[in-house]
């Protein structure tokens, strides 16, 4: 039977060879000595001879000829200490030397090694200037932990583009864990963007022995127990049950559809034996990244115009701020259904945020009395990871504890002006491309244990990148905006053309895994 | 990974790479490829010797220039003069035939490290990645041109010896002066000629 050829190696074969051959490479050296003046070595290019007396004095010829009784060629006679007694043409008997050398000069090692690393480190910094969302991240990001084990636990406001679309952002920190009473995350701007940042409190929710407390997409928050994983999951591609079952940031993926980006796939999802009462749906999740490739489209059809017609989208024309949002709104968040008992299916709700980077736990409450042996889960294709998936009974709702910073920390050192910037809520704390601030939340004393969530507040502005900044295309923009629909179809093949290599940046980043 | 800890991670490459990239002998001294071919000095040789009493450990008995050398004798000229060593059990000899140019590859690797910082997220992995490779490729390259010998015949330095057919006879080794490239020879050698 043929084997199918294997891309990944020939490519990578591919890759160590153009290096090999590619890789400066520093000269060798090689040398070789006899007595016998008949073995001595061909005169070439690169190789030398070094005839040497018995008295220590030595010719190095650059080129010569070895004769039945003499050596006979251009080069240098050296005393016993190397001072140069003369220079020239010489003929000189063979029995006159005790020893002959030849050097030859050797192309050496080519570190094949680091040009390989050259190509890798220039491929993912080319693929990181193309889609740095991918590689910096993006809207102010949350990390927990301590050196070695930090890990991004939020990602705030994801669609909050402009100022008028300033909106809160509730994420669980469900990786999060008090040390004596305190919680300290680090908040960061690792993207080129300019953040605006009305506040950020963590949330914390009393729970029982047993017990999570998730908040529902109202903001109100619901303790739930009995988290029943899907018995199956039938996807297009087989049963996926196995990808749903835990939240372990083993994530289910589909690619996008070739001709319209719009396109929809379902997850039909079984549940053995749920419990009777009041039950939610919890979904974990977070986007790929085809709602960042639409922005950053719209951003690069506007070219040097960005400016001006953000301001007038912020003034509210053209359908105001809004509108900047219509592409990635058309792609939906993730519909919840139900069998309707006549053999078709209702939408009963819809879980999802925006934002590519954080895994976020939702729970949708189910209707009062249903049937949730069956959920479909409607959902755009290659457009979502999904984690988890779960049927919860749902508990009482519960009240949280507001808590806003106690303290804000720059490199170790206290900085009130963000503390109180930050807790003050007619102030916005402006964060640049690379500042960093931790900040320390001190829970309610107290043996009680707490579910943990953070309240981000704020919007934030992309800022524009070199290679968008060509001609305006206003009516292509218009028409993004305007047609949403429309430019999902047009954009689909120009998307697929670079979905697979935005998704395996993604995938092959070791860090994102680590922060799920 | 932030700029600092980036930052301190190279500089932390810078060391370990060039310490894993430093070929042994004193880069005064020593000449690449190139420039071997057309001098016909010897090369910078080493010799450490094992006491039998372990309390005294290992000390260098000799460095300098190869002269020439036979199964058991080196003839070496060091910065204070000539001197004829003779094999001991357990010496530890070292022979640097040429500057192999390690530290280029350790430098390129730390341009590497620093290109890495580009890759955002993903520099996590290709940068300990790049110093992996930046150690393994400056030390192999830290070992071209370099013998070693442990509790062996001394013949094969011949190879890299000023005078590789043997003291010449009748030549009074004190008018043999070392040559360096640099104006300045280390510490304990006599003032370049």
Known sequence: MRKKPIPGLSLLLAVLLVAEGCAPRIPGLERTSTTEAAAVRADDEDTWLKAHYRDGRVAIFDSWQVLQRTVEGDGVLLGADRDTLAVGPFVVPLDSFVLFETDRLTPGRSAPGLAVMTVVIGVVGFLCALNPKACFGSCPTFYAGGDGDEHLVAEGFSSSVTPTLEATDLDALWRVRPVDGVVVLQMKNEALETHAIRHADLLAVPRGPGERVLADGAGAFRAVSGLNPPAAGIAAEGDIAELLRAPDAKERTSLADSFDLATREVIDLRFDAPATGDLGLVVRSRQSLMSTYLFYHALSLLGAEAGSCLALLERGGMGGAQSLLQPSEALGFIEVQLPDGAGGWRTVGEVGETGPLALNVHLLPLPAGCDASRVRLRLTKGHWRLDWVALATLGEAREAVRLPPSAALRDGFDDPETLDTLRDPDHVLAALPGDAVSLVYELPPGDGDWELFLEARGWYLEWMRQEWLGSPDLAAASRLLGDPAGSLRRLAPAYKSVESGMEEIFWGSRYVRAAR | ?193
């Not at chain 2, 690449?32 to 008995?61: C, I, M, N």
């Not at chain 2, 300098?64 to 000539?82: F, I, N, R």
């Not at chain 2, 390690?102 to 790049?130: D, F, H, K, Q």
């Open chain 2, 1 to 193: 990974m932030s700029a600092r800890r980036a930052s301190i991670a190279a500089a932390a490459a810078a060391l370990v790479l060039g310490g894993c990239a430093g070929a042994p002998g004193p880069r005064g001294y020593l000449s690449t490829a190139p420039e071997v071919v057309h001098t016909a000095r010897g090369g910078w040789v080493k010799v450490v010797r094992s006491s039998a009493d372990a309390t005294f450990g290992s000390q260098l008995v000799v460095e300098g220039e190869l002269l020439a050398a036979g199964a058991d004798t080196l003839h070496v000229l060091t910065g204070t003069g000539p001197l004829t060593v003779v094999r001991a059990p357990r010496d530890r000899v070292t022979l640097v035939g040429l500057h192999n140019r390690a530290g280029e590859r350790a430098l390129a690797s730390l341009g590497l490290s620093i290109l890495s910082l580009s890759n955002g997220w993903y520099s996590v992995i290709t940068m300990p990645l790049n110093w992996l490779v930046g150690i393994v490729e400056s030390h192999t390259q830290s070992r071209v041109g370099v013998l070693e010998i442990r509790d062996g015949p001394w013949d094969a330095c011949r190879t890299h010896a000023r005078f590789p057919q043997g003291m010449p006879p009748g030549l009074d080794p004190q008018r043999l002066t070392l040559h360096w490239y640099w104006p300045s020879a280390p510490r304990g050698f006599s003032t370049p000629r």
